[in-house]
């Protein structure tokens, strides 16, 4: 069974930054993204970033301008760069793929989850 196993977490100040890693255990066939989402305490989960298939990437409005996703297909993995970290960023951050099967049928895989605080 696929894994996805993250890594990058931790404590940082107001304005510090992260580099957030996703690895998968194996090549994953027909991706059609790849993503991070994060999930603060009483909030519902959210999409922050994900990248296509063609290297497109797209962003939460809140996080745009200072978080960067990106990949190497070659060592299945994935990164976020988080720059000018602030306390409304905490949460922990999962990563994501989600992968064609057939039409109308994808399947999601799932990281851990990786707990990001920002103290100010």
């Not at 993204?33 to 999930?39: E, F, K, L, T, V």
């Not at 070659?74 to 989600?98: F, G, H, S």
């Amino acid at each position: 069974q696929v894994q996805l196993v993250e890594s990058g977490g931790g404590l940082v100040q107001a304005g510090g930054f992260l580099r957030l890693s996703c690895q998968a255990s194996t090549t994953i066939l027909g991706i059609i993204s790849m993503g991070w989402h994060r999930q603060a305490p009483g909030k519902e989960r959210e999409l922050v970033a994900s990248i296509a298939a063609d290297g497109t990437a797209d962003y939460a409005g809140s996080v745009r301008g200072r978080y960067t996703i990106s990949r190497d297909n070659a060592k299945n993995t994935w990164y976020l760069q988080m720059n000018d970290l602030r306390p409304e960023d905490t949460a922990v951050y999962y990563c994501n793929i989600i992968a064609f099967r057939g039409v109308g049928t994808n399947r999601d895989y799932w990281g851990q989850g990786t707990q990001v605080t920002v103290s100010s």
